[in-house]
Structures are given as structure tokens and as C-alpha cells.
């Protein structure tokens, strides 16, 4: 890239992510925030990102705010699991903030956003181990009924007993 015009896109975005990320990461350390705060506060956050896009849904549902905060914690995250590319979203940026050692990276913004619409809606998906191995560990690839591999080697047969189970 740029290829045919298209320019690259603007790193600013992911470079945010990941400094917002790594800031949560520290944030949680001086607190000592076990697992299940650190769940909490990561869905949380996801909830605030698709609030537009939610509020026009509720809008629609006549479902308001008041009903949302009435689930409390629990509830709230089961609401954001219940949608499939933001379930996926979660359990990635959850196994990343299990380990907390991990620095995220710009280029995580990217594949968590793309292999979470993947995992949730394709039959297929080809990606990088560590996300393999997280989305196959975890149970979410079987969620979702979805073929995870780390090795374009493995593509052919792949699509092969698809093909045939179809």
C-alpha cells in the first residue's frame, strides 16, 4: 500500500488504542484488580465504544438506559456476550489483559477488530497463533461454530471437509 490511490490508513486510531490499553494495564496493576474486576472494566469500556450504535437500537426497542443499568454488572456483560462480534471482541481483549505482561500494540486494535467480526460470522479463519490459540483455547471459535487455523498449510483440507460436510 498505497496501492491504485488508496492511501494508508491513519495510525493515530490504533496508536490510541494501544497507549488506552496499556494505561488500562498499568491502572489495573496499581490497583490489583483481579480477573473478574478487570472483565468488568474492560466490557464496560467496550460498552461506552458502541454507545451511539446502541442508544439508536434502544431508541428503536424503547429500551432506555435505566433498563441497562437495572441488569448491574453481571447482566450488562452478558447483554454485550449476546452480541457476536462484541463477544469475540471481549474474550480476546480479556485473554490480552489475563496476561499482564502483555504491551498491546497498535496492530491489536486491527486484529481484534477484524477477527472478532470473523470468528462471529465466517466458517473459516486464518490468523496469527497467538489469536488462534486464544480464540480455539477459550471454546469461542466452537461458540461460533468456526474453523480456526494458524497455518495456511492446513487451508486446503480445511475447506475440503467443509465442502464435503456441505
Request: proline residues 4%; charged residues 25%; aromatic residues 8%.
Amino acid at each position: 500500500m498505497p496501492i491504485a490511490g488508496i492511501p494508508l490508513p491513519p495510525i493515530e486510531p490504533a496508536e490510541n488504542f494501544a497507549s488506552g490499553e496499556n494505561e488500562q494495564v498499568r491502572r489495573f496493576i496499581e490497583y490489583g484488580a483481579d480477573k473478574d474486576l478487570r472483565r468488568r472494566a474492560v466490557a464496560a469500556r467496550e460498552l461506552l465504544g458502541i454507545r451511539e450504535a446502541l442508544e439508536a437500537a434502544m431508541g428503536r426497542a424503547s429500551i432506555w438506559w435505566d433498563d441497562i443499568f437495572a441488569l448491574e454488572a453481571q447482566g450488562t456483560t452478558d447483554l454485550m456476550l449476546d452480541l457476536p462480534s462484541r463477544a469475540a471482541a471481549l474474550e480476546l481483549m480479556w485473554r490480552q489483559h489475563d496476561n499482564m505482561q502483555t504491551t498491546w500494540k497498535p496492530n491489536d486494535m486491527n486484529d481484534i477488530g477484524y477477527l472478532s467480526t470473523a470468528v462471529a460470522y465466517c466458517d473459516v479463519v486464518v490468523t496469527e497463533r497467538k489469536w488462534a490459540a486464544m480464540l480455539n483455547q477459550h471454546g469461542l471459535a466452537n461458540r461460533f461454530g468456526t474453523t480456526v487455523i494458524s497455518d495456511l498449510t492446513d487451508l486446503t483440507e480445511v475447506l475440503v471437509t467443509h465442502s464435503v460436510a456441505a
